[in-house]
């Protein structure tokens, strides 16, 4: 049952996701538990972080597409670069992603461990040297891959782009210009598929422990976290 567990931590993510009934119910412990082990759809793998909905409204799969983020605030609308990878390129490609942001960043960590207690919690640090940040990544490397309540965002101090690895281990780069990091996606054997649906857009799982909950912890006071928002 621990594996189950794990798996409802958080269960959906209900901001966007509409009301309507969880193609989960109904299912047996055993349907269950041999879906949410299912790791692999065709060549596309996992990680441990997230389960798409039982009926597979939306097949995981490699790709990435163009989008906007509309910054109502300042009525601009923000190219964005969205991208799903396979668990065996998925974290090596983050750390080559972060090059273009320069040799000194902004980081943000995303955490929903208490999401039922406290909200969507976002923790701050500004100016670390690239080098140190992804040494400490590294270290973290199995936390920020396998689970599904914690994200980081990696700014450029000047504004102009941003890195987000999401809960759902999506790559999401933001600014302009978006060249370099489409490039390294091609490089990678990420094509362009605009039409393209992310676990993200329907019914889907997250998976986390009290484990990982402790690694977040441990890691963001290596980062030297100071400063805290609740949603």
């Excluded at 902004?106 to 208490?114: F, N």
Aim: hydrophobic share 35%; aromatic share 10%; net charge negative.
């Amino acid at each position: 049952m621990e594996f189950l567990k794990n798996f409802f931590t958080n269960v959906f993510d209900e901001s966007t996701m509409p009301q309507t009934t969880s193609s989960f119910e109904q299912l047996s412990e055993e349907e269950l538990e041999t879906h949410l082990g299912v790791k692999k759809y065709g060549t596309f793998t996992l990680t441990d972080a997230v389960r798409p909905s039982y009926d597979l409204k939306v097949t995981p799969a490699q790709g990435y597409r163009h989008d906007a983020y509309q910054d109502v605030e300042n009525n601009a609308s923000i190219p964005v670069i969205m991208a799903a990878a396979s668990n065996e390129i998925l974290f090596d490609l983050f750390m080559e992603i972060l090059d273009p942001l320069g040799q000194v960043v902004d980081v943000v960590l995303e955490t929903s461990h208490h999401r039922d207690e406290n909200g969507h919690s976002d923790l701050y640090r500004e100016h670390i040297d690239m080098p140190v940040l992804k040494s400490i990544l590294w270290d973290y490397h199995d936390l920020l891959k396998n689970d599904g309540c914690t994200g980081i965002a990696v700014l450029n101090p000047g504004g102009r782009q941003e890195v987000q690895f999401d809960e759902h281990k999506l790559l999401v780069a933001y600014g302009e210009p978006l060249s370099t990091f489409e490039q390294l996606f091609v490089e990678r054997g990420i094509c362009c598929q605009n039409d393209i649906r992310f676990v993200t857009e329907a019914e889907h799982v997250h998976s986390s422990s009290e484990f990982y909950g402790q690694q977040f912890e441990e890691l963001s006071t290596r980062l030297g976290m100071d400063v805290m928002c609740d949603y």
